[in-house]
Nanobody, 122 residues
Framework: QFDLVESGGGLVQPGGSLRLSCAPT????????IGWFRQAPGKEREAVSC????????YYVDSVKGRFTISRDNAKNTVYLQMNDLKPEDTAVYYC???????????????WGQGTQVTVSS
């Protein structure tokens, strides 16, 4: 059983867009910072973005700056990752996580989802 559920992944052509959603199953996300990570085959899990809970400060890894946007809707208990201008190198399983226990970019969070596959290919 996972504490978060991701959705919105799929197959998209280079230059296309997807919007991922992350919703907790056991708590209200308004009390937690939420991060997005991704893991490509044969590679380590890497941080993509994070949004804090107090002032919604947003963080992005350099490779997605200007293309991805993280947002939260506390009324819907959902965090989104809008991904535009997708590239083949964005192909990975994307995970959301809640409650970072250290720097946002380290995969040391209290709660995780099961992941959703994003494939960018022509």
């Amino acid at each position: 059983q996972f504490d978060l559920v991701e959705s919105g992944g799929g197959l998209v052509q280079p230059g296309g867009s997807l919007r991922l959603s992350c919703a907790p199953t056991t708590f209200m996300l308004e009390y937690y910072a939420i991060g997005w990570f991704r893991q490509a085959p044969g590679k380590e899990r890497e941080a993509v973005s994070c949004i804090t809970h107090l002032d919604s400060t947003k963080y992005y890894v350099d490779s997605v700056k200007g293309r991805f946007t993280i947002s939260r809707d506390n009324a819907k208990n959902t965090v989104y990752l809008q991904m535009n201008d997708l590239k083949p190198e964005d192909t990975a399983v994307y995970y959301c996580a809640a409650d970072p226990r250290g720097p946002w970019y380290e995969p040391n969070y209290s709660y995780w989802g099961q992941g959703t596959q994003v494939t960018v290919s022509s």
